[in-house]
């Protein structure tokens, strides 16, 4: 290994004890905390829906089992064995610009990210409100979703409601609050999901739907559902972001990081297929199957299962049941969001935790807003043909996080070497799926990394549609 001397004990170079996770289990919740967010939720339902149901599924699954596996490993490693969020761990292995420039991409994306996962956030808090004060059929009416989203008042301060929430969780620290509160969520949130799903698939006429989602049949595989299923893996395991390097950092030497990796694996997996279970068999029986329905795209939980629910016995109960699981899943995913910037900026300033968190609340209010108005008084505002939202959206999913992970696959091929990321693993565990990461980080990762980019790319630029 090329890198300069680290450390074993969480103490990072400068010599400042870090805060480190209690233990396995508040850390494996942190990180599936981060992981299942609206990506699980919101996301993964509406895209195995477009993209052929169970096809979309097992190629989900082949993805995660390998790549996902691999990518995960990588940064937690690289973290664990700096000690330090992006920056800082890039350029402890040296001083070369590229080192710095793949530190810094890491860093950025998910400062950009929060503002606008933020302003979707608050959408869910004003969903959780009508649905608390027992309005089933106001959420379901045909103009409340564009009405609420282009009153920028209100979607203002939904949204500042929400960052404020995962703010002071911050200022509480990694393991008195962030790790206190997975703890309590992501229990109550499977909890949440078991009754919803198995309420879903219960209805008369859901067992078509539940058939669709999780029976492969390859007449519907086409090459994008491999595109799609890789951009969703991203976006819900938090890959290339920094974030699985800042918690990585703040794992014990003697943490099993290969049997947590597999435990958040399936842990986002399992929430992101019981969605599947919650949203498209009930939008199957409410609609008897109407395909056309299920391709709604990003509208399929906010317009679409509304109609569902206020369609059902219990819509109000269900609907609450439903909106405030998804507001915890969204919290720890902002919550990850937030710390990984809270990080780098207390780190690379030398400032106090609680100044770096004021000025992330600062940035995050501020580009939040211009999303909010984007939807609003500032609609006429286009970037490239997009909202402001969706431009965020786009330009860290789509062309930041692949260059992002091109960059982390990169680091561990020229610079720590495959003995570098194998001495770490092994610390702590068998490393058996040893063989199959290196495959995949070395010759698999940067070519489906290149074709995502050029397909983002293409899909904007209108030569192809995704
Ligand atoms: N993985 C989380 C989710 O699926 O919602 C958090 C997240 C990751 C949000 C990446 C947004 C994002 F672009």
């Not at 004890?17 to 939720?41: D, E, H, M, P, W």
């Not at 739907?209 to 395991?237: C, E, H, W």
């Not at 599947?276 to 395909?291: K, S």
């Not at 030398?350 to 609609?379: E, N």
């Amino acid at each position: 290994m090329k890198n300069k001397e680290h450390n074993s004990t969480g103490t990072s170079k400068d010599g400042r004890q870090k805060t480190t996770f209690s233990g396995n289990i508040g850390y494996v919740l942190a990180v599936a905390g981060s992981a299942v967010g609206l990506g699980n939720i919101w996301r993964f339902p509406y895209l195995a829906a477009k993209y052929g149901g169970g096809i979309f599924l097992l190629v989900y699954l082949i993805l995660m089992l390998t790549f996902g596996y691999a990518m995960i490993v990588s940064e937690t490693a690289i973290g664990r064995m700096t000690g330090k969020s992006p920056v800082g761990a890039f350029s402890s292995f040296g001083e070369q610009k590229w080192l710095k420039a793949g530190g810094w991409i890491n860093a950025v994306i998910p400062m950009l990210i929060l503002p606008y996962y933020s302003v979707i956030g608050g959408w869910v808090v004003r969903y959780c409100v009508e649905y608390l004060k027992g309005d089933a059929s106001e959420a379901a009416g045909d103009t409340f979703f564009g009405g609420f989203i282009s009153d920028s008042l209100v979607s203002e301060i939904c949204f500042a409601v929400f960052v404020l929430a995962v703010f002071f969780v911050i200022i509480a620290g990694v393991k008195n609050g962030i790790e206190a509160v997975s703890k309590i969520i992501m229990p109550l949130l499977i909890l949440l999901a078991v009754i919803t799903a198995a309420y879903s698939v219960t209805r008369p006429g859901a067992l078509e739907g539940v058939k669709y989602f999780l029976v492969p049949n390859f007449r519907d595989f086409s090459i994008m559902t491999v595109v799609a299923a890789m951009g969703q893996m991203f976006y819900s395991l938090s890959l290339a972001m920094g974030i699985l390097i800042t918690y990585g950092s703040y794992l014990k030497k003697d943490s099993d990081i290969e049997r947590n990796t597999t435990r958040v694996e399936w842990f986002d997996t399992g929430i992101a297929i019981l969605a599947g279970l919650m949203i498209i068999p009930a939008v199957f029986a409410f609609t008897g199957g109407d395909i056309k329905t299920l391709k709604a795209g990003p509208s399929l939980m906010f317009i679409t299962l509304p109609k569902v629910f206020d369609s059902m016995g219990f819509g109000n109960l269900i609907g609450s049941v439903f909106f405030i699981m998804v507001l915890f899943a969204a919290l720890t995913s902002a919550i990850s969001l937030f710390e990984t910037c809270t990080a780098t900026i207390s780190e690379e300033l030398g400032l106090k935790r609680t100044l770096s968190s004021v000025i992330v609340l600062t940035v995050s209010l501020l580009l939040g807003t211009a999303s909010v108005f984007g939807y609003g008084i500032w609609s006429f505002v286009k970037i490239f043909g997009m909202q402001i939202l969706d431009f965020f959206d786009f330009l860290t999913n789509s062309l930041m996080m692949p260059i992002s992970a091109f960059f982390i696959c990169l680091l561990v091929i020229k610079v720590i070497g495959f003995d570098g990321i194998e001495k770490e693993v092994r610390l702590s565990s068998q490393f058996r799926r040893q063989p199959m990461y290196y495959v995949v980080t070395k010759y698999i990762a940067p070519f489906f990394l290149l074709i995502i980019l050029a397909s983002s790319l293409a899909n904007t630029l209108g030569l192809i549609t995704i």
